[in-house]
Nanobody
Framework: QVQLVESGGGLVQAGGSLRLSCAAS????????AGWYRQAPGKQRELVAT???????NYADFGTGRFTISRDNTKNTVYLQMSSLKPEDTAVYYC???????????????WGQGTQVTVSS
């Protein structure tokens, strides 16, 4: 079994910063692409940022210049540093990872349970 556990969410004022963490545990041989998504009330889940095992990153337009995704492959952990937060960034933030559990197996996509980020104006 593989679990992704997010942490670091909370309430912050507009213009503030938060750092989200997502730690993967269980039977893990390799994590390829990992990413963060978010879902605001009444809206669909949307991509925030992704990062490959080699460190190549991709950001949604709203996150470019404000959000930074990073990872520690030795800890199977991915981070999202968010700065200059806006009220419209309020959402539940979910971690996602493509995990290979064994050297001979394929990749399976796993999701965390989500962490709430609330930005007050």
């Amino acid at each position: 079994q593989v679990q992704l556990v997010e942490s670091g969410g909370g309430l912050v004022q507009a213009g503030g910063s938060l750092r989200l963490s997502c730690a993967a545990s269980g039977s893990i041989s390799r994590i390829e692409i990992a990413g963060w998504y978010r879902q605001a009330p009444g809206k669909q889940r949307e991509l925030v940022a992704t990062i490959t095992r080699g460190g190549s990153t991709n950001y949604a337009d709203f996150g470019t210049g404000r959000f930074t995704i990073s990872r520690d492959n030795t800890k199977n952990t991915v981070y999202l540093q968010m700065s200059s937060l806006k009220p419209e960034d309020t959402a539940v933030y979910y971690c996602n990872a493509d995990v290979r559990r064994y050297s001979w197996s394929g990749y399976t996509s796993y999701w965390g349970q989500g962490t709430q980020v609330t930005v007050s104006s």
